[in-house]
């Protein structure tokens, strides 16, 4: 294979041995690779900002690799998103999405989706989005391009559409009324109709109008929850950033 050029944004960068730094990095064309920049750590020239997490950048891949592992050759810095880096919130945010579009094993027609959300999301945090209405619209977002995406319409047991209290199934990732939740498998997570609607438009619009949501403390606190124990359940473990942003999400954006 030739050498080539991909738009990527960096996701994790690790030394390696003396001089060489090991970077995992999301790409459109075929999603998280890991790559070797060699000599990274002294040829600043070759690599200026762009070994940072969350930079947008461009690569250049040399074309051989060694099983997984790709050679960049270079890299040019596109954006490096400032204000998300000086911001604890929306770094947390950031990192979240970042890290979810890593894990998520999608179809090659679906990563070119999956990149252009994370890129669209840092400029939108960039710009002064709240992380905290953000967040949860994203994350929703991002599970149905990755193939997880929630039944959240009607439930999905008698196919009414909810007038009152209903019941979000953690294992099935469905909502369910509340007369079908009896005996169903659990964890169940009661929702409110208010609740249940944003969630629902979150999962629904396209990414370009996800910014008009607004999660109150108390709806972003829920939906986090939520998109947070159906992960658990689905990938087996939580996702690393969590707890970072958990630390830093009550501080001021
Ligand atoms: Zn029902």
Known sequence: MN????????????????????????????????????????????????????????????????????????????????????????????????????????????????????????????????????LPAFLLHLLKLGGYGLHLDNCLNCGQVPTEGLYFSVPRGVILCAPCSQGALGPLLPLTLGEWKLLQQAASWPANKLSVLRFPGQQRDKSLRLVKLFLRHHLGHDLKSWAFWEKVAATRE
């Open 3 to 134: 050498s080539w050029r991909t738009p990527a944004i960096v996701l994790k960068v690790q030394d390696y041995g003396e001089a060489d730094r090991l970077v995992t990095f999301l790409t459109p064309a075929r999603g998280r690779l890991t790559g070797m920049a060699k000599h990274a750590r002294k040829s600043r020239r070759r690599f200026a900002h762009c070994l940072e997490p969350l930079s947008r950048v461009e690569f250049f891949l040399s074309g051989r690799n060694a099983g997984n592992l790709e050679f960049i050759e270079k890299g040019e810095s596109v954006e490096v998103f400032q204000e998300v880096r000086r911001n604890l919130p929306r770094l947390g945010a950031a990192a979240l999405l970042a890290e979810l579009a890593g894990e998520l094993a999608a179809p090659p027609d679906a990563t070119v989706q999956i990149f252009a959300t994370v890129e669209l999301a840092l400029r939108r945090l960039e710009g002064g989005d709240p992380p905290g209405s953000l």
